[in-house]
């Protein structure tokens, strides 16, 4: 199956009101873009990582009330689980798409990953590149550009993984709506493996705990 891309359609599914109307319109809608996507990325993260990497795609299962604001596939080396590893996502919100590597707060790596960034920042800052962002909370779609960041504002966010418990750090590229409705099937193949690349080297420092 080819991947078709994202519909305006496929950002309104977080106007439905409701959770089990809303995950009705995740499933049958988002989920088989989400699978498309996994069985042509894992091969490839695969090949970069050095690790064979499975796809797991949200599934929302603790949500018993409010329906979940975005939803995501993501790519970690073990069948059982990603939250603890550090993964690859590729996700919606309403307002955007984003393409991420993450270290989230179940990750028993945080406070060794956070020290290595420290140490590597330089090496951070040449190989990210100034338009890509950061967030420290996966639940929330607010984020910070490197370049914004700088220094001083990287080296925060590194000592907050160390310090604080329920600290994360994501990191790859968001694209807004209006944007991702125009990308064709290859516009997005090429953005997110190209995405996948340059992000590549984070998960190589995360494997160093």
């Known amino acids: ?62 949500r018993t009330v409010n329906p979940p604001k975005d939803t995501w596939v993501a790519f970690a080396n073990s069948k059982r689980g990603y939250k603890k590893l550090p993964h690859f996502q590729i996700g919606l919100w309403e307002s955007h798409v984003f393409i991420w590597f993450a270290v989230i707060y179940e990750s028993p790596i945080k406070e060794g990953f956070g020290q290595v960034l420290q140490k590597e920042i330089k090496k951070v800052q040449e190989l990210i590149p100034s338009h890509f962002v950061w967030s420290t909370d996966h639940t929330k779609p607010d984020t910070l550009t490197t370049e914004n960041l700088q220094t001083d504002g990287l080296f925060q966010l590194f000592n907050r993984l160390q310090t604080i418990k329920k600290a994360e750090i994501l990191c790859g590229i968001t694209i807004p709506q209006a944007q991702a409705v125009s990308m064709t099937s290859e516009d997005w193949l090429k953005t997110i493996d190209k995405t996948f690349r340059t992000l590549q080297p984070l998960y190589e420092m995360a494997k160093q705990q």
């Open 1 to 62: 199956m080819t991947f078709s891309g994202f519909q305006e359609e496929d950002f309104n599914v977080f106007q439905i009101e409701g959770l089990d109307a809303r995950m009705e319109a995740i499933k049958a809608q988002i989920r088989p873009k989400f699978e498309t996507l996994g069985y042509h990325f894992a091969p490839t993260l695969s090949a970069l990582c050095g690790d064979e990497m499975h796809v797991h795609i949200a599934k929302h299962a603790r």
